[in-house]
């Protein structure tokens, strides 16, 4: 059974810091995503890293994908209050008896305070 | 395009009762995927579908049924509700090929069984 270790589980900080969320697993992984979920809403995908080593940015937000493709870090700068949220990252193979299938961390429950 | 269209999106069930959750993608996709979500928690997978005619148990199945006559729809049935089943059901589809699997989610439904 693969497992993703998403840390820390809760996250409250004020407008302007920085921060970084974890995800780790023992597996490896072909891709891995990062969702972003509001209350009441479905989550919403905000990037995919398939690359070992690979970096992306959105705006604010940068995403990493470790070099064995077994974890990744999403780092956000100078956060604002709409930031808030559930973060999500969700791992994909290739092959195997987990081929169409996400494996989901726990989530980070973000709140940004004005 | 819709996206993910899931109908209701709630419903209180009494003890017993059976119901049918809708979900239709209009994407055109070949996986579509039931979750549900627990207060605080990340998302189980309960069923999900490689296409049509063809589906398969996720992790937490017991309680429930499929089927996928069509491409667009994937309705999830609820037979003799109990009040562990109360939680927020997220419906998603994909274009799974290779290692990549970035799938987009319904509205939820929030099913509360008393």
């Known amino acids: 059974t693969q497992l993703l270790k998403q840390s820390p589980q809760f996250l409250s900080i004020q407008e302007g810091e920085n921060l970084t969320v974890y995800c780790n697993s023992s597996?490896?992984?072909?891709?891995l995503q990062w969702y972003r979920q509001e209350p009441g809403e479905g989550p919403v995908l905000l990037v995919t890293?398939?690359?070992?080593?690979e970096v992306k940015k959105l705006k604010r937000l940068t995403f990493q994908f470790g070099d064995a493709r077994k974890d990744s870090s999403l780092h956000i700068t100078a956060a604002q209050p709409g930031d808030t949220g559930l973060y999500l990252c969700?791992?994909?193979?290739?092959?195997?008896?987990?081929?169409?299938?996400?494996?989901f961390g726990q989530g980070t429950i973000l709140t940004v305070h004005p | 395009n819709a996206g993910v269209t899931q109908t209701p999106k709630f419903r209180i069930l009494k003890i017993g009762q059976s119901m049918t959750l809708q979900c239709t993608q209009d994407?055109?996709?070949?996986?579509m995927y039931w979750y549900r979500q627990d207060p605080g928690m990340g998302l189980k997978l309960i069923y999900y579908?490689?296409?049509?005619?063809?589906?398969d148990k996720g992790e937490v199945p017991n309680g429930y049924n499929v089927s996928r006559s069509t491409t667009e729809d994937f309705p999830l049935r609820l037979e003799l509700a109990a009040p562990s089943q109360t939680s927020v059901y997220f419906c998603?589809?994909?274009?799974?090929?290779?290692?990549?699997?970035?799938?987009?989610f319904g509205p939820g439904t929030r099913l509360t069984v008393l």
């Open positions: 998603a589809s994909s274009y799974v090929a290779g290692g990549r699997n970035e799938q987009f």
């Open positions: 597996s490896v992984f072909s891709s």
């Open positions: 890293v398939v690359t070992g080593g």
């Open positions: 969700a791992g994909a193979n290739a092959g195997g008896t987990s081929y169409g299938k996400l494996t």
């Open positions: 994407m055109n996709h070949n996986y």
């Open positions: 579908s490689v296409g049509a005619g063809i589906t």
